[in-house]
């Protein structure tokens, strides 16, 4: 149902292209329930598997609801309806007709790709994903943005093909795609580490982990803004989702070096992209750089994982989707009230677009992990975990990216709040623009105070439960 | 359900609500922001009275919310926590009677008055937390909260004065982050408690629990504004004067103190500190600080910035009296938490009654100003003597318990320090009375404007006569019941093993 609704929507929208809006918002409001209604479900009885069509695993598509899934579902949903409300106002008529088919596309795949159960079909998915992507990306035309889709697209591919590539091998050895089956069966063979060496380096490629970032900045930059909300917020999450199930569920002979090694990727990702957002003159590209900050941080979990690391990133990557969603809409509305986003030009938008920086700002103090934010209890989990492995060089990471975070952060806000009197054309924003940014960034900063429940849900049918002992 | 256990979150979220109704009303809606203001001011005095009365009959108010796993928020009203508690309500009632009268026909009203109610929900916060996590949240949301008062005005000055504040404070709440989960990873709790609870810690730990020591330290002394952390303080001077007055009578600088307070007494336990050996080193940073602040503020010639000198200097006090290891200094250094604040607060009113009424910003424009605005005088004369400690002024108490919890403690070389501060203090504040009481004025204030029958207008006069007299007051009975001296003398009893 989750899966089929959206794709139903694409299609329709597809076939008539005038009312494509509201074919949009309405199944957005469904999709919405439907995921709340699968979220009572699992939490009410546990997590569930289910065989499409009655086929079981290892022949049929197996479909499996647990905890993480059902937090990714979640997120989606609430981030897909503010981009939905968004998108509603932002784009024009011409836009919009293929705005909307797109965008239900790369909803389906994104759930299709959070449920899944086997790794072919995760492939199939996470395919059906970048393609929607780099179309969106390339939808607002111009030199610049169909170079950064061209770009986006040869990543894409490459990475997918790398996955692919690992995919065959595993099935060759061992005659199964499913997940779980694969983890009973699987024991070290140099197959083995070249299959996980070929789907990792692929899917570390499409979350664009340091040093294979350098295509995420010009797409999420040049994008139209809920479309840079979207990447930034869900589409590099999915990738980086798929690697925390093959680490920790399919492959947990990982050894102890590999973990560190991706934790130093993460570390350097925190660090270079912090630095490069702090040098960036335009915002969008600030806030494209902060998200390959952003990313590095879920890979510290890597390292951590034994001591329950995993569940930190995971916050962190939910508090992380709504922030950026926030903060790219507030972009958005900020470029198409000034007519541009050089940030040393933003005078008196504090006092001109209160709402709009207001969620900019709710957003940064996410971001940078100050209380009370989801952001800060990711990273008080995170912290709490480093310590308590004795890792601590992890913590100054953490706090170093903090401190970064609120340079750069504190840079556009300041800047805001300055007076001028420069005589600006300016356009009106749209009051459901203004009020979807405000609303993620408020969402953002309460999820620092549900904490115990977000947990136990992500502990609901125990996912990596042996791996994590 | 139980009112005790809601109390102190109803107390927290009054100023909560008054902010977010306030954001969005539009400038012209005067009346409607004033009400607010006013009404939430005193909804939480009348509450805060209350619950004073409440606690000092043994009542327990506690709330305890989930936050993470094995950590919950709780705010609760114990002794140490009312005495910041009345002292922020109080004076911010006055702060916002003063700034409606100041702000009058300013931009951005709406957005000032927001953030300043917000800052008073996270000094409050700070004041009731009842573990090191909800202080942490409160002290950050503080930061955060008065960025947007400090930059206020909008100039080029005061950009640079928020940056410098932001550089300081997000770097001492990073070193308080690392601090607070160290130290949760050794004890497994954070809880405040009576006397501390880390005594109970293995002895291998105690190197590391000095480390977490020396971090939490510097952590709020960066608002306390121990040197060499004071740097931002003297700069946000830019900001209004009601900012300024409460900045340094109540929320940041006191945040700060009385994190150190907390730290000191119910995380590490006075006599578990003492046997670390950290206390002498916080006493020798507190008095170092004293005198150095008090040098600075000789030659200033801005006004503002010569009392921001002072309150660098008189903040250690506080922490001078904690670093004393004994209950005559406890007593001291708690009582003067209050004093000072009410001193200062008044001392800022006056400054900011002479800039917004003649444009006076300078210490040598004050020429025969006592002649032009007597009544401000009068209350800055009685801020700067209490601040230099004459009897029976609340400074007075203040200095007299920490020299006698010094001679107690046998640190005779307190004394000196105390004796060097307060001639000092006279140095930098006697030159402005004489110069405002005794010198005939030279030529025209640089802006005057006129307020009609009175020397100024009657919601900036009011405030600093009201705490003007109440520094008065506070010396005069300071033993009668309820008076800061009496509570800390009650805290006192609580924090020294019998």
Known sequence: MVILLPIVAALSCFLWPGRSIWIGLINTFTIVLSVAGLSLQVVEQGAGRYAVGGWEAPLGIALVSDGLSLLMLMVTAVVGLAISVYSSCYFNQDKARHFWPLWMLLWAALNALFLSADIFNIYVTLELMGLAAVALVALAGGKNSLGAAMRYLLVSLLGSLFYLLGVVLLYHSFGTVDMSLLAQRLESSPAVWAAMGLMTSGLLLKTALFPLHFWLPPAHGNAPAPVSALLSALVVKASFYILLRLWLEVFPVASFEAGQLLGLLGAAAVLWGGVLALRQTRLKLMIAYSTVMQIGYLFLAFPLASIAGWKAAVYLLLSHALAKTAMFMAAGNILLYEGHDRIAELDRVAQRLPMTLGAFALAGVSLMGLPPSGGFIGKWLLLEAAIRSGQWWWGIVLIAGGLLTGAYVFKVIGFAFTQSNLPHESRAVPIGMEWAALFMAMLAIGLGFIAPWILSIMDTGSPFGVATR | ?498
């Open chain 2, 1 to 498: 359900m139980n009112w005790d256990a809601w109390l102190p979150l109803f107390i927290i979220l009054i100023s909560l609500l008054v902010a977010l109704a306030i954001f969005p009303l539009a400038e012209e809606k005067v009346k409607t922001r004033i009400s607010l203001n006013l009404g939430g001011a005193l909804l939480k005095l009348v509450l805060v009275g209350f619950m004073l009365w409440g606690v000092y009959n043994g009542h327990h108010y506690e709330t305890r919310l989930p936050f993470l796993p094995g950590l919950d928020l709780v705010l609760r009203a114990d002794a140490l926590s009312m005495l910041f508690v009345v002292l922020s309500t109080g004076l911010w009632f006055l702060t916002t009677v003063y700034a409606v009268g100041y702000l009058e026909d300013s931009p951005h009203r709406s957005r000032f008055f927001g953030f300043f109610s917000l800052c008073v929900t996270a000094t409050i916060g700070v004041a009731l937390a009842g573990n090191l996590i909800t202080f942490l949240l409160f002290y950050e949301l503080l930061t955060l909260a008065t960025y947007p008062l400090i930059v206020h005005r909008g100039t080029e000055a005061s950009r640079k004065a928020g940056r410098t504040y932001l550089i300081y404070t997000i770097g001492g709440g990073a070193l308080l982050l690392i601090g607070t989960i160290w130290l949760y990873s050794l004890s497994g709790t954070l809880e405040f408690t009576t006397r501390g609870f880390l005594s109970a810690v293995d002895r291998s730990h105690h190197p590391a629990l000095v480390i977490i020591f020396v971090l939490l330290i510097a952590g709020l002394g960066v608002k306390a504004a121990l040197i060499p952390l004071h740097g931002w303080l003297p700069q946000s001077m830019v900001a209004p004067a009601p900012v300024s007055a409460l900045l340094h009578a109540v929320a940041v600088v006191k945040a700060g103190a009385f994190g150190i307070i907390r730290v000191v007494y119910d995380v590490f336990g006075i006599e578990f500190s003492a046997s670390l050996g950290v206390t002498l080193p916080l006493a020798i940073v507190a008095a170092s600080t004293i005198i150095y602040g008090s040098l600075r503020a000789l030659f200033q010639d801005d006004l503002k910035r010569r009392l921001a000198f002072s309150t660098v200097s008189q903040v250690s006090y506080i922490v001078l009296g904690i670093a004393i290891v004994g209950p005559l200094a406890t007593i001291g250094g708690l009582v003067h938490l209050v004093h000072q604040g009410v001193m200062k607060i008044t001392l800022f009113f006056c400054a900011g009654n002479l800039a917004e009424t003649l444009g006076i910003h300078k210490v040598s424009e004050m020429s025969g100003v006592g002649k032009r605005m007597p009544w401000t005088m009068v209350a800055f004369t009685i801020g700067t003597l209490g601040m230099i400690g004459a009897p029976p002024l609340a400074g007075f108490i203040s200095k007299w318990y920490l020299g006698m919890g010094a001679l107690e403690a046998g640190q005779g070389w307190v004394v000196f320090v105390l004796a060097g501060s307060s001639l000092l203090n006279a140095g930098y504040f006697l030159p402005i009375l004489y110069a405002a009481w005794f010198k005939e004025p030279v030529g025209n204030w640089p802006a005057e404007r006129s307020f009609g029958h009175y020397e100024t207008s009657l919601a900036l006069l009011l405030p600093p006569l009201v705490t003007a007299l109440l520094a008065v007051l506070l010396g005069l009975f300071a033993s009668a019941p309820f008076s800061p001296y009496s509570w800390s003398q009650f805290i006192t009893t609580l924090e020294y093993a019998p």
